[in-house]
């Protein structure tokens, strides 16, 4: 039976190639997508699940409460580890106090490697289940140990056991190696972690970690921690212990900001990443649902085709159903049967669709920046897979099925039968939701790019033109400022040197404890500080305003302060030229005012910033380059000149331009894969169109060929065939405007900055959605119009 | 007695007026019975018969079929009698398309439970009796009306029907043919088998027991 099935089915197929493309087309399309969603949803809720303590592991962050406002850090204070170590013990497996990961230098003999690290405490290799190749868990319990990835071994030593060899940390550090673990999961936080060394360390190499070990410095928050809570512990109990941990050892001062320490879960890192106003605020999520649903959205659609060409198809197969059945079939083998061949298609498409996967999947990776390869090992997707054709297929097939199985074989037979009413306007409604899906991410994908163009277009407030920065990975620089700005400078490859605490694209360090005249006793302040060298504004062409540059002319300004303009808003002052602040029982003064710099998110306002000299205090140096050099030539004259003052440091240095535009990778992302996976939806939606569009011109043959006897033009007749779809397309934009302006609305929530919604944007949705019915449905229209009437009038 | 019409009545509107396309139509078939129904173009002949075949509805009347209300039939169960019961032989033939002759054949086997090799012999059976075993792989756009037509016959005879309802079977037939399916239909009678057939022939009418003339759908004698 299902052989007989199948072998009308192919048939069937064959016989209406036109059809068969275009519905196997179609839906190997959605199902191509579908697929390459579900495999990039799945890699994003896998996300960290290689560690195997996945569900027990949390980050301790803080709340802090500011002028009524509530704002999440991830920094902590150093004795916090010990502290929850102590007394809270019994709640935790491990406790590990980390670094934030950066670049420090590893050498081994007269190699030297600028790589990301961590200081971690001894607990985090079992905490977080790294896979070890040689040595084990144990590695960091010796303070002068290091562990390695795998690439970082490989680069150092080759295939060779590296266990007891010597290397150095930032040319200071002596410490061996104790293990080697596989490299961390491309789809982890930990990504990238070249090596791991005690915590210990950390203190040993850094003066300012020093003092606040060994002053038990409850108010200064620089370092992350990592905690694994007990078996049989709940986040929620922990959490509710540990909460005033901080507010408990605080000073009078910092329990103004009550501090309030809260579970992170390892879960949510990736996924749930944004806070507001003390409650988790979600994060990438978003974009898996939102992927995810335009997934189920472009499998819609391409089952829509198949509905619809199915249906479209009933009166050729009427008369097969009407024989059937008076030979014996019931309907419920009617139905089976045409399951089946909705079956049979579905499979045929779901092949297509692998195989397209597959080649596509590089490039995939490369747009998503995922290392997804395709599981061709695991029984899991075969099986999701196969829920995943028979769902398709019910999914196209039941309609058609129930439609076809259920016609009166007198009627068909007697040759009396054409479809009704009732079908024809189920097949209108499915085309409105097909524009309607398209037209919504039609305008969705508008507005992606026009908040990402209008975030890149907001002033940065400084010239990023041939700026290069170098982070001082160690204290090897410390006090040659000078000497190396002069040589720098005479050898003309570079215009001007500054340096400064944090990096032109980040802000590292935000302060309290600002007064000044006319301030609110009330008001707690928090004031991001960047320390610079005299030379800063000259290196980065920032805009100053008001007032003047720092000047070593003048010896009081080290203590000066330049505000950006956010600044003198937030404090509220009037004419701030001249104005004292205190701050850690100094009076400073102001001296400048600059335009705001856009340092950290694009999305956000800038951070009211003070800018002072401080030379020890820099971790970052700024090199404006000779534009009237070549590049290259000025990096290499710039490498040999350091290479002579901090020999064993690599030269690692980055364009601020490129790191700035990394600012908008994700959202780049996000728009790339929006505006394809938009343009496919349209795509299936047209194919459908024009399958039924061919279908309904072949139908009215026979009255298109009385109107031109009776002397309609072609373009009467084209606007005749093309009337009904534009209506539709009509009705299609007004459900779908108010749709997408509610999403669109939504997502832009997300960011302070956003861009307007304009009624253009829904003008040329509109527009174009219109204008691609009347692409696909003209055509069909024209050949029908022009084909000679005796032709077709012939066929009656 | 198969089957009993009392009083059918059947109709359609047109321009207000009421059309009679069966008109108090009485009639009954006992087992082992082969009719013929006459009559001249468009006098109802099909449209009775498709009554009977259950295929189409009337609108008054009583109508049984072996002991039931025809009226208070599931779809599901009429699907059984014609299974089970009822061959058609179509005045158009109405073979599927896509299915060669062998299939078209085959295909009221499939319905029921027949095994794969009890379907080949019973198809080989038929396609021999008809000669027709050089065509089985031909579709039926391939074939002349006439062998349309045994095709037709052939699909209503396969599954051995007790009850064979035949439109014109002979219609597109030559005389040679047509005597040959007249001959079959009378071999089948004489086994037991109820036979209702329309034909314009009185030759092939007299193969039957009984003939029944219509006449814009009323049943002129008996
Ligand atoms: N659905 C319908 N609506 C209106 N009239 C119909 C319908 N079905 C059949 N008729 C009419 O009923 C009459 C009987 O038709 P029927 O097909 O039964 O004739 P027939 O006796 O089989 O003729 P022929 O010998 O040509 O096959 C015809 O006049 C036909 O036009
Ligand atoms: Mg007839």
């Known amino acids: ?796 | 007695m198969i089957l009993q019409l009392k009083n059918i009545f059947k109709w359609v509107n047109s321009g207000g007026n009421r059309v009679f396309l069966l008109n108090d139509i009485d009639f009954t078939v006992n087992e082992g019975e082969f009719i013929s129904i006459m009559g001249p173009s468009g006098s109802g002949k099909t449209t009775l018969l498709n009554v009977i075949g259950m295929l189409d509805g009337f609108n008054e009347g009583e109508y049984t079929f072996l002991d039931e209300s025809v009226h208070d039939l599931k779809e599901k169960h009429r699907a059984r009698l014609y299974k089970e019961y009822i061959g058609f032989v179509f005045q158009a033939y109405h073979l599927i398309d896509e299915l060669t002759v062998y299939e078209n054949i085959e295909t009221p086997l499939l319905y029921k439970k027949h095994s794969s090799s009890e379907r080949k012999a019973m198809v080989a059976d038929m396609l021999d009796r008809f000669n027709i075993v050089g065509k089985k792989d031909l579709f039926p756009s391939q074939l002349s009306g006439g062998q349309q037509q045994l095709v037709g016959i052939a699909r209503a005879l396969v599954s051995s029907p007790k009850l064979i309802l035949a439109d014109e079977p002979t219609g597109n037939l030559n005389s040679a043919q047509g005597e040959e399916i007249m001959q079959l239909f009378k071999k089948l009678n004489d086994e037991g088998v109820t036979i209702i057939q329309v034909t314009h022939s009185e030759k092939n009418a007299a193969y039957g027991s009984r003939t029944i003339h219509l006449k814009d759908g009323l049943i002129v004698n008996n």
């Open chain 1, 1 to 796: 039976m299902i052989k007989n099935y199948f072998k009308i089915a192919l048939r069937n197929l064959f016989k209406n190639k036109g059809y068969t493309l275009i519905n196997v087309g179609g839906l190997s399309l959605g199902m191509a997508i579908v697929l390459l969603i579900g495999l990039w949803v799945h890699d994003e809720l896998t996300f960290n699940k290689n560690h195997d303590n996945y569900d027990n592991i949390s980050q301790v962050m803080m709340w802090r409460t500011r002028n009524g406002k509530k704002a999440i850090r991830y920094a902590m204070p150093y004795p916090l580890g010990d502290e929850l170590r102590e007394k809270y013990g019994e709640d935790f497996k491990h406790v590990v106090m980390s670094s934030f990961h950066g670049d420090n230098i590893l050498s081994f003999k007269d190699k030297n490697l600028s790589l990301r690290s961590s200081f971690m405490e001894s607990g985090a290799l079992s905490m977080f289940s790294l896979d070890m190749i040689y040595g084990n868990w144990d590695g960091l319990n010796n303070p002068n140990s290091i562990v390695l990835s795998e690439t970082v071994s490989k680069a150092f030593f080759g295939t060779e056991n590296p266990l007891g060899k010597t290397m150095k940390v930032n040319n200071e550090l002596n410490v061996l190696i104790t293990g080697v673990y596989r490299d961390i999961a491309d789809n982890a936080t930990l990504k990238g972690l070249d090596f791991i060394v005690p915590w210990e360390l950390y203190s040993m190499l850094y003066p300012w970690v020093k003092a606040a070990k060994d002053n038990n410095l409850w108010g200064n928050n620089s370092y992350q921690l990592y905690v694994q809570i007990a078996d049989g512990s709940t986040m929620a109990s922990v959490n509710g212990r540990i909460k005033d941990v901080i507010y408990n050892n605080v000073s009078e001062y910092g329990r103004k900001s009550q501090p309030e320490l809260v579970l992170h879960p390892m879960k949510n890192w990736h996924l749930r990443s944004n806070w507001k106003n003390g409650v988790n605020a979600g994060g990438f999520i978003q974009y898996v649902w939102l992927f995810g649903t335009i997934g189920l959205f472009v499998l819609l659609l391409a089952c829509i085709n198949f509905m619809n060409l199915s249906t479209a198809q009933s009166e050729k197969r009427a008369k097969e159903v009407g024989i059937r059945k008076t030979v014996g079939s019931s309907k419920y083998q009617l139905i089976n049967q045409f399951l089946s061949e909705s079956f049979l298609v579905v499979l045929v498409a779901f092949t297509v669709a692998i195989i397209m996967v597959f080649i596509v999947i590089p490039w995939f990776n490369q747009l998503a920046d995922k290392q997804i390869v395709f599981p061709f090992k695991s029984v899991t997707f075969w099986v999701v897979s196969i829920a995943f054709v028979l769902f398709t297929s019910i999914l196209a097939g039941s309609y058609p099925a129930l439609y076809l199985s259920s016609f009166r074989p007198v009627k068909v037979l007697k040759g009396t039968f054409k479809t009704g009413k009732s079908t024809t306007s189920f097949r209108k409604a499915l085309v409105v939701v097909q524009f309607t899906v398209s037209v919504i991410l039609v305008i969705g994908t508008i507005v992606v790019e026009k908040q990402v163009d209008y975030s890149k277009n907001r002033p940065i407030g400084y010239n990023m033109n041939s700026l290069i920065m170098i982070e001082k990975t160690t204290n090897n620089f410390d006090n040659k400022y000078n000497v190396i700005r002069n040589e720098l400078i005479n050898s003309g490859a570079v215009v001007e040197m500054a340096e400064s605490s944090s990096p032109l694209t980040d802000v590292w360090s935000t302060n309290s404890g600002f007064e000044w005249k006319g301030k609110s006793p009330d008001f707690i302040t928090n004031i991001a500080t960047v320390c610079t060298s005299h030379d800063y504004g000259k290196t980065v062409g920032w805009n100053l305003i008001e007032g003047r540059d720092f000047s070593r002319t003048f010896a009081t300004d080290s203590t000066a302060f330049i505000l950006n303009e956010t600044a003198v808003k937030y404090m509220g002052l009037k004419d701030p030229v001249g104005k004292t602040i205190r701050w850690n029982n100094e009076e400073h003064q102001v001296i400048g005012v600059v335009k705001d710099i856009l340092a950290v998110s694009p999305f956000e306002p800038v951070l009211q910033t003070v800018y002072m000299i401080n030379y020890p205090n820099t971790n970052w140096i700024e090199l404006k380059l000779n534009p009237e050099r070549s590049i290259t030539s000025s990096l290499s004259a710039v490498e040999t000149i350091l290479s002579k003052h901090v020999p064993n440091v690599p030269f690692d240095y980055q364009f601020v331009d490129n790191t700035f535009a990394e600012k908008f990778e994700a959202v780049e992302r996000i728009r790339k894969l929006s505006t394809i996976f938009a343009i496919f939806a349209i795509f299936i939606s047209c194919l459908g169109l024009f399958g039924l569009a061919s279908f309904i011109a072949e139908q009215r043959t026979k009255e298109i060929g009385i109107r031109k006897v009776v002397g309609a033009s072609v373009f009467n007749l084209w606007k005749l065939l093309s009337k009904d779809f534009v209506k539709l397309a009509v009705l299609a934009i007004i459900v779908a405007t108010p749709l997408a302006y509610y999403g669109v609305t939504k997502w832009l929530n997300n960011y302070t900055y956003q861009t307007e919604v304009s009624w253009w944007i829904f003008l040329i949705a509109g527009i174009g959605a219109i204008g691609i019915t009347l692409l696909t449905v003209s055509f069909q229209a024209i050949k029908a119009a022009v084909t000679n009437p005796i032709k077709s009038l012939r066929t009656e």
